[in-house]
């Protein structure tokens, strides 16, 4: 990993300079900073440095699945969501699925700056490495053949339309049997089973999780999870198909399973090596590719799976029992709301008990704000990002971060403990590893209220976190000595994700029902960090300072840290995407740590050598003291870094 580096300090760019050109209506016009010419030659020059580029082709990237088919008159394209506005936005209080959809990632993964710098730097890692995410990201340009050579520059107009409504609702489920789709209404055959036996004769279907392995309707077909809707108002040639797999985790994890299929596990070694390449992974077995993320499977392996009841409802959700057992229950709620603006036609049109919400709050706190901050305001408006609809997004999206953590203090003699505990369906955080993290913050105050120590301090004008005194929950990947050999990089822990083929640590808590051999089977066990079977907190140990006599702490979390986002800027030889990801960076507030939990504690002013707080000093204290001997923590009474012969000698001097 870089290290952090001061720069010379650069003006902040206000919001409409952010970009020379703009988005508009859903099309990428212009990637350029105004005068962008000279910095950018600068920033080439400094990420050079002899890095040779993997040879991939895009064989070595090919998935199972439904295939691009651009000049094939009998598929229907992607078509844009504008088009779905009439009939589902505009309604319902912000509840319209149109209208919460169009404020999510899912519907900005495709203008997301920052992933536009992060496939740069993948496409500089591995030849046409960007291309298995603009798959993820532009399923539309993806389909259209818009992406062969792994850049975004290829995007069309509505490609930047991102996982939009038209994709999702002909998203086929790639297994026949009970839940599989039906059309409606009365249709007694499988609707699914010519496009999944198509798919088969080619061997094409695909099996495991992850990976944007989605099989997709030939046909503008809607699917849906209803199968009282009275009236289709799609067309005369399109079909209604109630789809019960889009009520399942399984949909989900199409894409929140992501694994690098140019690396194949070593079932001796357990490394990940790189395969021959111009050729496609050779086991297509999403279990021997490097695990990038897990999200899914660690969800597959939790007690989520059969329901976790809360009784709070935390997670809202217009079910009576509060319990959560899917993806959808959590990030896409049922409200009492209308599917359809239609609503003279009655229910089920407009008001039902169950209808999901399209928000998809997760914990990206700041991108679809950047997003609309680079573009014309009535450009965003056009697609559904007015400032008062991102503001409740952004509501929604720190309401979520805050649901999925509890927190809880205890003194225990002369040390605070801090307990986290993980209320989400997978590990905390999850998802993207790269500048994702959540630290613990500690103020102690003495009786004036004056802060005498600080553990975890952020400071918000340099976006620098002191990382040496407090816990930070976060995943670290990076490259072997056989990959750095190759590639001319150092080999250990950094952010070129398209190249890692190592956990170098993963401390993150994981969920309900985790065990170390499930985890570490799918590839997310903890790495440097220890968790026993069934834990899902996380414990840290402070050691109080003289004078404290109370503790606030905060769970603070961050979506893109500073050292992540200088590294798209600085390592950028291609074009000018880091800096503009940079630079929406500092607009948009350095990405600033939401406080996912908050709490205060009252401190016992009593004897520091009562090591366990049980009223005495005796063996028990010197025990403690012993076990930690040359080290730090509970038994340095003195405060002076290090357990030694000083404590003993407090310790001693209070025996009884």
Request: some cysteine.
């Amino acid at each position: 990993m870089p290290q952090t580096r001061m720069h010379t300090a650069r003006p902040t760019p206000s919001p409409r300079s952010l970009l020379a050109g703009r988005i508009a209506r859903g099309t990428l016009l212009v990637l350029a900073l105004t005068a962008i010419g000279g910095t950018v030659a600068t920033v080439m020059a400094r990420g050079g440095g002899g890095q040779v580029k993997v040879p991939t082709t895009g064989a070595d990237f090919f998935q199972p699945g439904t295939q691009p088919s651009p000049k094939d008159p009998t598929i229907d394209p992607i078509e844009t969501s504008i088009s779905c506005t009439y009939c589902h936005s505009g309604y319902g209080d912000q509840i319209a699925p149109y209208d919460t959809w169009a404020t999510s990632l899912m519907a900005q993964s495709a203008r997301d700056p920052v992933w536009h710098a992060a496939v740069a730097i993948a496409n500089q890692d591995a030849n046409i490495g960007g291309e298995t995410c603009i798959r993820c990201h532009a399923p539309g340009g993806w389909l259209a053949g818009h992406s062969s050579n792994g850049s975004i520059a290829d995007l069309q107009g509505d490609d930047f339309d991102g996982i939009n409504c038209n994709f999702c609702h002909r998203v086929v489920n790639p297994e026949l049997g009970p839940d599989s789709a039906v059309a409606y209404p009365g249709d007694p055959a499988d609707p699914d089973v010519p496009i999944i036996s198509a798919l088969a004769a080619q061997g094409l279907v695909p099996s495991g999780a992850g990976n944007a392995r989605f099989v997709v309707d030939p046909k503008s077909t809607r699917r849906g999870p209803f199968s009282d809707v009275p009236q289709n108002l799609h067309g005369v040639e399109a079909r209604l198909i109630t789809s019960p797999y889009h009520r399942q985790s399984e949909f989900c994890g199409t894409c929140h399973d992501v694994s690098n299929p140019i690396y194949t596990k070593n079932p001796k070694t357990g490394e990940f090596q790189l395969n021959a390449l111009g050729a496609a992974h050779p086991t297509q077995n999403p279990g021997d590719m490097f695990p990038e993320q897990r999200t899914y499977s660690e969800w597959l392996n939790s007690d989520y799976v059969n329901g976790v009841q809360y009784a709070d409802h935390r997670f809202g959700g217009n079910d009576a029992d509060g319990v959560v057992s899917s993806c959808q229950d959590c990030h896409m709620p049922k409200v009492i709301a209308g599917g359809c603006r239609f609503y003279e036609f009655g229910p089920p049109f407009f008001e039902r008990p169950d209808m999901p919400q399209h928000s998809f709050a997760g914990a990206n706190t700041w991108v679809v704000q950047a997003i609309r901050d680079g573009m014309l305001p009535e450009d965003a408006d056009s697609i559904g990002l007015s400032q008062a609809a991102i503001d409740q997004a952004t509501a929604r999206t720190i309401t979520m971060l805050q649901n999925a953590s509890d927190m809880s203090l205890t003194q225990q003699g002369a040390s605070l403990k801090v307990r986290v505990t993980n209320e989400s369906g997978h590990k905390l955080p999850t998802g993207y590893p790269e500048g994702r993290r959540m630290w613990i913050n500690v103020k102690f105050t003495n009786a004036k209220n004056q802060v005498v120590a600080e553990r975890g301090a952020y400071d918000s004008a340099t976006a620098v976190l002191s990382t040496a005194d407090t816990k930070i929950y976060q995943a670290k990947q990076g490259i072997s000595p056989a990959i750095a050999k190759i590639t001319g990089l150092a080999a250990g822990p950094g952010f070129h994700l398209a190249l890692a083929n190592k956990v170098f640590s993963d401390n993150r808590i994981p969920p309900r029902g985790f065990t170390n051999a499930a985890f570490n089977a799918i590839g997310s066990g903890a790495v440097g960090y220890r968790y026993a079977d069934g834990q899902h907190w996380d414990d840290t140990l402070f050691d109080i300072p003289a004078g404290a006599t109370q503790a606030t702490v905060t769970l603070f979390y961050q979506t893109t840290s500073r050292e992540y986002i200088e590294f798209l800027r600085d390592q950028n030889t291609t074009d000018g995407t880091g800096l503009i990801a940079y630079n929406a960076w500092l607009a948009a507030g350095k990405s600033a740590p939401v406080a996912m939990d908050s709490a205060v504690i009252a401190l016992a002013t009593g004897n520091p050598a009562d090591l366990n707080g049980d009223g005495s000093v005796n063996a028990s204290d010197l025990a403690i003291l012993l076990g930690n001997w040359g080290g730090t923590g509970s038994g340095d009474i003195n405060g002076d870094g290090s357990v030694d012969a000083a404590d003993l000698a407090i310790l001693l001097s209070n025996w009884g």
